[in-house]
């Protein structure tokens, strides 16, 4: 059983800095897609950034390259979000994903496996 548990959220001021970090537990290594997407009440999750386990081949999307970095430790079995230069956009709650390596690493239905949430909020 695969079980991804976010943690980090927090309120943060227009400009600053916040890691999200996500605890993996349960067979979901090797060549498995490890994501980030994020998601504002009233409008459908988006993908943020992802990262490819065993090589660590990262990807991003437009509105967050350049100040988010997708990061994982084997030995924590972790897998972090930093967030740079964080603006008022950037609020919502970020969710950690889980899955097979897939092309298609920007669409939810590529990862079988989620985390709870964890709230970001930015004051502008």
């Known amino acids: 059983q695969v079980q991804l548990v976010e943690s980090g959220g927090a309120l943060v001021q227009a400009g600053g800095s916040l890691r999200l970090s996500c605890a993996v537990s349960g067979s979901l290594f090797g060549n498995s897609l490890m994501g980030w997407f994020r998601q504002v009440p009233g409008k459908e999750r988006k993908f943020v950034a992802t990262i490819v386990w065993s090589s660590a081949y990262t990807f991003y999307s437009d509105s967050v390259k350049g100040r988010f970095t997708i990061s994982r430790d084997n030995a924590k079995n972790t897998v972090y979000l930093q967030m740079n230069s964080l603006k008022p956009e950037d609020a919502a709650v970020y969710y950690c994903?889980?899955?097979?390596?897939?092309?298609?690493?920007?669409?939810?239905?590529?990862?079988?496996?989620w985390g709870q949430g964890t709230q970001v909020t930015v004051s502008s």
């Open positions: 994903a889980g899955g097979v390596y897939s092309r298609m690493f920007a669409q939810e239905r590529s990862y079988e496996y």
